[in-house]
């Protein structure tokens, strides 16, 4: 189980995406008002802090999304990531 600090911190990570799916192509600045609330904003008052556990958040939405497509579809994490770093490779 996450410790309330981690927890805080995937929520925020939630709360960023679900801007960023809602957000349109062109039109950042509700993303960017979001991620500046929670690193700027951060209790302790220094947003390196806030940026640290907002990625940390991130990291562990991340790898949570991975399990739950490894369970919907059987992919293992690594076979997804192997497909979006084809997707995202250079030309």
């Not at 929670?38 to 008052?45: L, M, W």
């Not at 940390?56 to 949570?64: I, K, P």
């Amino acid at each position: 189980m996450l410790s309330p600090e981690h927890s805080k911190s995937v929520r925020a990570a939630i709360e960023l995406m679900y801007v960023w799916d809602n957000c349109p192509e062109g039109c950042p600045d509700r993303l960017i008002e979001c991620f500046r609330t929670h690193v700027e904003g951060h209790p302790s008052g220094d947003p390196v802090v806030g940026a640290t556990e907002l990625i940390m958040g991130l990291v562990t939405l991340n790898g949570s999304l991975l399990v739950l497509r490894k369970l919907e579809t059987g992919a293992r994490p690594w076979q997804t990531l192997i497909c979006l770093a084809d997707e995202y490779a250079g030309d």
